[in-house]
Structure formats: structure tokens, C-alpha cells
């Protein structure tokens, strides 16, 4: 079974530096996708960013951009130029490449807090 | 469109008590998800609809059943609810398929069983 961990409950930034959440996983597959989504107090999930297994190039988008270790199991997302509304709980999740479930399997989330 | 929608969004129950949490899509999406969030865990699955007329169930089903009405609809019931329940359960939608398609998320329904 793949399970997701998330090693930093809690992070603080000042406003527009940049952090590092952390994130690795384990799984015996070779093909998946691996996932950010922000939960801010609306409790809305957001999707973040997204990276394809098989792709060696690390995903950007815009300030957010993740840092892939397929051989390590290690998927950390980094926000720069942080802002006030990056505040929220950001959650690593998982998911089997192809097949007919197309579930999540997320982590227990880290909690950033952007500072002023 | 409206993308995900559940009801109710607040729900309170006494221990003993049943109840249905609805969710619709509008995406025209062949799989459905339900998710329950504790506090200091992320989200789980509790059961999923690959299509219309199938279920499955996902890491946490006990205490829960389900029922794909139509492609639009997948509502979760509990049956007799317990304490242990209370929590914030999220309704999910993707187009099924070997190629990678985004979940969309409902707004969540946070319920508290007394």
C-alpha cells in the first residue's frame, strides 16, 4: 500500500521569502502522479501543483515549483516570493497511474503561516 | 457551472441517529469519491464510484454506505451515527481514465455526532 508522509506539521515564513515543505512517500509502483493542494480556512481544496512520475523535469507554476526524487521517494514543494494568502494547510497526496480508481492518498498536511 | 456541490454544509446528530450527505457534479464525470478530514490528518477515502452503478469501498468504509443514484449523484449515509464520525467529509469528482484527469472537490460538509 502507498502511504504519504509529511514531516513538518506546523512552518513559518516572513512574507515574500521562500520555504520548503516536505514531502516523500513510498510506493513499489514505477508510473504515478504526485500532487500539492492548499486548504485554506475555507476549507476548499485547492489543487497547487501536480508531477508526473515518468517526467524527470520538475513542475512549476508560477511562484510554486516542486522539487522531484523519484529514486529517493521525496516530492517537496517550494513557494517563493511568499504571500499573505499562502497561508493555509498544504497537503502532498498520491495517485496509481491509470486503473479505475483514481483515488488520493494524502499526508496529514503541513500548516504554513505567512507572517508580515 | 457549479462544479461540486454537497448538502448539507453543517449538520449536527445525536449518537444513534441517520442521515444522508448528498453531492451532485455537473462535469458530466464518471468517478465519485467520498473523503472524511480528522483534525492532524489529511483526507481519507471512505468509498468511491469508478461509474454509475458501481461502488467500492475505500480505506475507512465501516459505518457508511453509499449509493450512486445517477452519474450526477453520489450520496453517503450513516446509518447509526457514533462520536467517532464527527468530522469533515468531502465529496469528489474526475473523469475516469488511464491518462491523468484532476479531481474537482466539493466544499465539504462538516458534521458533529453528540
Known amino acids: 500500500a502507498q502511504t504519504v508522509t509529511q514531516s513538518q506539521p506546523e512552518m513559518s515564513v516572513q512574507e515574500a521569502e521562500t520555504v520548503t515543505l516536505s514531502c516523500t512517500y513510498d510506493?513499489?509502483?514505477?508510473?504515478?502522479?504526485l500532487f500539492w493542494y492548499k486548504q485554506p480556512p475555507s476549507r476548499q481544496m485547492i489543487l497547487v501543483i501536480r508531477q508526473e512520475a515518468y517526467k524527470q523535469q520538475n513542475a512549476t507554476e508560477n511562484r510554486f515549483s516542486v522539487n522531484f526524487q523519484k529514486a529517493a521517494k521525496s516530492f517537496s514543494l517550494k513557494i517563493s516570493d511568499s504571500q499573505l494568502g499562502d497561508t493555509a494547510m498544504y497537503f502532498c497526496a498520491f495517485m496509481n497511474y491509470g486503473g479505475s480508481q483514481g483515488n488520493l492518498i494524502f499526508g496529514k498536511g503541513t500548516k504554513l503561516s505567512v507572517k508580515p | 457551472n457549479a462544479g461540486v456541490t454537497q448538502t448539507p454544509k453543517f449538520q449536527v446528530l445525536k449518537t444513534g441517529q441517520s442521515m444522508t450527505l448528498q453531492c451532485a457534479q455537473d462535469?458530466?464525470?464518471?468517478?465519485m469519491y467520498w473523503y472524511r478530514q480528522d483534525p492532524g490528518m489529511g483526507l481519507r477515502l471512505i468509498y468511491y464510484s469508478a461509474s454509475e452503478g458501481t461502488t467500492d469501498k475505500g480505506e475507512v468504509p465501516n459505518g457508511y454506505n453509499v449509493s450512486r443514484l445517477n452519474k450526477r449523484e453520489f450520496s453517503l449515509r450513516l446509518e447509526s451515527a457514533a462520536p467517532s464520525q464527527t468530522s469533515v467529509y468531502f465529496c469528489?469528482?474526475?473523469?475516469?481514465?488511464?491518462?491523468?484527469?484532476?479531481?474537482?472537490f466539493g466544499p465539504g460538509t462538516r458534521l458533529t455526532v453528540l
Open positions: 462535469m458530466n464525470h464518471n468517478s
Open positions: 469528489a469528482s474526475r473523469e475516469s481514465g488511464s491518462s491523468y484527469n484532476e479531481q474537482f
Open positions: 510506493t513499489s509502483e514505477n508510473n504515478y502522479y
